[in-house]
């Protein structure tokens, strides 16, 4: 196999949220297999800057796989076509010589594009802010261990806190839906005895203010935990379900 790869990248630009974006050809050649895709934009970045063109804005942070920042759709698949895997985990040994990859940003209504392959993903800050966390009194940290909570039950709600926010499942679902973000979130916290006392507030608020973002609804075709980098399991959707009509049933408020 050889080391080093000749590319040609279709990418997305736009210069800002109002205007009209357009596919844009680069050639890149001798690009090592052993980096990792931003870091193949990175070399991008570096040539167009050395030509004084404007260079291709796109998130990343961490690079580790953890932030959830960078969000590319590569050849039509949400962080490419590594399973359980961001795009900054992404390498290019995945590609081959002479391949043609084309980079575009996420695409919904709810994620606006604001330059190139940027989008505004505040939508999902918001609906955090409608129930994704539980009220505490301020002062010291409890004792670890004061609030038994059995195994599976920590299992269950630690494989859903594992969700990084990063808004694959909306890019590839057809209808742009976000249940399975907002069902990990409702998840992780009613599953714990901490979250319990929020329990019924928490999902009516959240799924209200999804609804009011814009994102769609469930196709039931299970391609967001398939993009998901976490692997988050669809089965979360169906507990946010049981919460949902539980809460519309039974709260009190």
Same mark, same amino acid.
């Given at each position: 196999?050889s080391?080093?790869?000749?590319l040609?990248l279709r ?6 949220a109002?205007?009209v974006?357009?596919y844009?050809e680069y ?5 090592s297999?052993?980096m990792?895709? *931003?870091? %193949?934009? &990175?070399v991008l970045?570096?040539? *167009?800057?050395?030509k =004084?063109?404007? $260079?291709?804005?796109f ?9 959830? $920042?960078?969000?590319l759709?590569?050849?039509g698949? !949400?962080?490419? @076509? &590594?399973? =359980?895997?961001?795009? +900054?985990q992404?390498h %290019?040994?995945?590609f ?8 575009e940003?996420?695409?919904?209504? !709810?994620?606006?594009?604001v330059? &190139?392959l940027?989008? &505004?993903?505040?939508?999902?800050d918001r609906?955090?802010?409608k ?6 009194s301020?002062?010291?940290a409890p004792?670890? #261990?004061?609030?038994?909570? @059995?195994?599976?039950v920590?299992?269950?709600? %630690?494989?859903?806190?594992? +969700?990084?926010g990063c =808004?694959?499942?909306v890019a590839?679902c057809?209808n742009?839906s ?6 990990a979130?409702v998840s ?6 901490? =979250?319990?006392p929020?329990?019924d507030?928490?999902v /009516? #608020? $959240?799924?209200? /203010?999804?609804d *009011?973002?814009g994102?769609? #609804? +469930? ?10 980098? !976490? ?9 946010l379900?049981?919460?949902? $009509?539980?809460?519309? *049933?039974?709260?009190k408020?």
């Amino acid at each position: 196999m050889s080391e080093t790869l000749d590319l040609t990248l279709r990418v997305w630009r736009q210069p800002g949220a109002d205007a009209v974006g357009q596919y844009v050809e680069y050639k890149l050649t001798g690009i090592s297999t052993h980096m990792s895709f *931003l870091e %193949m934009l &990175d070399v991008l970045n570096e040539q *167009l800057h050395a030509k =004084g063109e404007e $260079m291709i804005a796109f998130d990343h942070d961490c690079r580790e796989g953890i932030c959830g $920042m960078c969000s590319l759709m590569i050849n039509g698949q !949400a962080h490419g @076509p &590594d399973t =359980g895997t961001t795009t +900054c985990q992404l390498h %290019m040994r995945r590609f081959k010589n002479g391949d043609t990859i084309v980079v575009e940003p996420w695409r919904a209504q !709810a994620f606006p594009v604001v330059r &190139d392959l940027v989008v &505004d993903r505040s939508a999902f800050d918001r609906i955090i802010e409608k129930g994704g966390y539980i009220s505490v009194s301020t002062g010291n940290a409890p004792e670890a #261990n004061a609030i038994p909570v @059995p195994a599976p039950v920590q299992e269950t709600a %630690m494989d859903a806190a594992a +969700c990084i926010g990063c =808004g694959a499942c909306v890019a590839a679902c057809k209808n742009a839906s976000a249940m399975l973000f907002v069902s990990a979130k409702v998840s992780h916290l009613s599953t714990l005895p901490q =979250g319990k006392p929020e329990r019924d507030s928490r999902v /009516q #608020n $959240m799924v209200a /203010q999804m609804d *009011l973002e814009g994102f769609g #609804n +469930c196709t039931n075709t299970e391609e967001c935990s398939a993009a998901c980098p !976490a692997e988050i399991s669809v089965s979360n959707i169906a507990r946010l379900n049981r919460e949902y $009509m539980r809460a519309k *049933l039974c709260a009190k408020e």
